[in-house]
């Protein structure tokens, strides 16, 4: 298959996703086990992440900025904060959700379908990209949001005690980098980026998983493209959101 | 009753399925059988809607089942229960779940009801002790009596079963046939089994209908088929030497 056929695969996979879920009691129930799965089973890992980037980068700016006589050091607040809100939270936590979630997606999905599981939804009168996928995306859609703000909270405390317990910075200092000429709307640009990623991480995922064929070999094949497509997506929507929202 | 006409299908521009026609009544066991790679499967994937023939035409009572809408074909599905060879038990759910399944989708009962519901399935099928445990920690038999479980729990007017008891010993075999077989004629069900077993043949099969290289070229009662002169259905018959051996003593 070439690329215009995923393309309109993909499409039609969607099309038939976002439709009216069989039962609403069931697919709460669902939606909570999605956000439990991906949302809070993601949490360790984001905030492990986030603690330890924030604080390496705070130190490479307070490494840089030290030296200079010129540049007043609550830069060190400010530099980090945006590379955090701009950046970090935002894509590199999708480029790493991509590798966890992605994965996870498209293997329980893939083994879903080699052993008919997902044959015998249909059989049921089930639609099944409806029944199986629309939570995983909506969940997804949901916690992402929250994951980065956590993110970028522990990114920043990560950073705040790296440089300030450290005594490279004074607290006042950092401080007031931090709160310096702070926008709301950036802070909108990377909820947009966030849900963006989301759903191009959940339903790109998806789509491997849902349509892999043959047996466990493929699961794995499924399961590292959905990881790489994932990524190339993040990539490329990020470039284009930033081309629009920030020029 | 599920009529089948001119049934066609080919992948890539290969024919595997040619002009297939035949007649399931309800409440007998119909058995469609034949070498592997002869097309069994795919003749009972298009006759559920898994794949699309080429041409031709799959009646549930008188519904066409391949020229009908979306919804339509829901309803219709609604109304059938499959066996998967590998028993397609969901993982994440135990035994007595996966057999609720259905109804927690389709059914109107109220929460004791189905409980019961689950129960009757369950001591129908000899598995009341197994209710609590995951698919992966029953043996193959017990996933096989489990789907056939969660297949009648809609009390469906259609089963198919895809070789219900490849893997398993001959004693659970027989038991699954025998299970089978009874259900079909209790709930008056029109029941469509795929197998290569010559064992179950005899056992239960009312009807049988044998596919060689995508063609039907036999069909016949069960019992009738020893002594069918097709030459590719007798190699099929007596490819073992036991049943030589029982032919020959006949």
Redesign the interface.
């Known amino acids: 298959m070439n690329l215009f056929e995923h393309i309109g695969l993909y499409a039609l996979l969607l099309r038939k996703t976002f439709t009216r879920p069989?039962?609403f009691s069931?697919f709460r129930r669902q939606l909570v086990h999605e956000i439990d799965q991906i949302g809070i089973g993601s949490l360790p890992l984001v905030g492990i992440i986030s603690v330890f980037m924030g604080a390496v980068i705070s130190l490479q700016f307070a490494a840089d900025i030290m030296s200079s006589q010129l540049i007043p050091k609550y830069t060190v607040g400010y530099a980090s904060r945006q590379s955090i809100i701009y950046e970090f939270s935002t894509t590199v936590v999708a480029l790493i959700l991509a590798g966890k979630v992605g994965s996870s997606i498209a293997s329980e999905l893939g083994?879903m379908r080699i052993?008919?599981?997902i044959?015998?939804l249909?059989?049921?009168?089930?639609?099944s990209r409806s029944f199986l996928i629309l939570p995983k995306i909506m969940g997804f859609l949901f916690i992402n949001p929250f994951l980065v703000m956590i993110s970028m909270v522990l990114g920043i405390s990560g950073a705040y005690f790296t440089v300030v317990a450290t005594g490279m910075i004074a607290h006042e200092d950092f401080m007031y980098g931090v709160q310096m000429d702070f926008k709301t709307f950036d802070v909108i640009y990377a909820m947009v980026k966030t849900v963006v990623f989301a759903f191009l991480i959940s339903s790109i995922s998806a789509y491997m998983g849902y349509n892999t064929s043959g047996g466990s070999l493929e699961v794995g094949k499924s399961s590292t493209q959905a990881v790489v497509y994932s990524i190339f997506s993040i990539l490329a929507s990020n470039l284009v959101i930033t081309y629009l929202m920030l020029l | 009753m599920i009529e089948v006409k001119n049934l066609n299908k080919s992948f890539d521009g290969r024919q595997v399925l040619f002009d297939i026609d035949s007649t399931f009544e309800s409440g007998k066991v119909n058995m469609v059988i034949g070498r592997s790679g002869s097309g069994k499967t795919v003749f009972l994937k298009c006759m559920v809607g898994l794949l699309t023939p080429d041409t031709g035409s799959v009646l549930y009572d008188g519904r066409d089942f391949t020229a009908a809408d979306e919804k339509t074909r829901m309803m219709i599905r609604r109304e059938m229960g499959k066996v998967f060879q590998m028993g397609a038990l969901f993982d994440s759910m135990t035994v007595a779940e996966n057999v609720q399944f259905p109804l927690d989708l389709f059914s109107t009962m109220g929460k004791g009801e189905k409980k019961d519901r689950v129960e009757f399935c369950l001591e129908k099928v000899n598995l009341t002790q197994a209710h609590k445990l995951y698919p992966a920690e029953i043996s193959g038999g017990m996933k096989k009596r489990t789907a056939i479980a969660r297949a009648i729990s809609l009390n469906p007017k259609y089963l198919f079963c895809d070789e219900p008891n490849s893997g398993l010993d001959p004693e659970t075999s027989i038991l699954i046939d025998n299970l089978v077989s009874s259900l079909t004629h209790e709930f008056n069900m029109t029941t469509v089994i795929i197998s290569h077993d010559m064992n179950s043949v005899f056992e239960i099969g009312e009807k049988v209908m044998f596919l060689y290289e995508g063609r039907k070229v036999w069909e016949g009662k069960g019992r009738e088929i020893a002594g069918a002169d097709h030459p590719a259905l007798r190699e099929f018959v007596f490819a073992s030497e036991l049943m030589k051996k029982l032919h020959n003593i006949k």
């Open positions: 069989i039962k069931l083994t052993t008919e599981q044959d015998a249909e059989i049921m009168g089930i639609n």
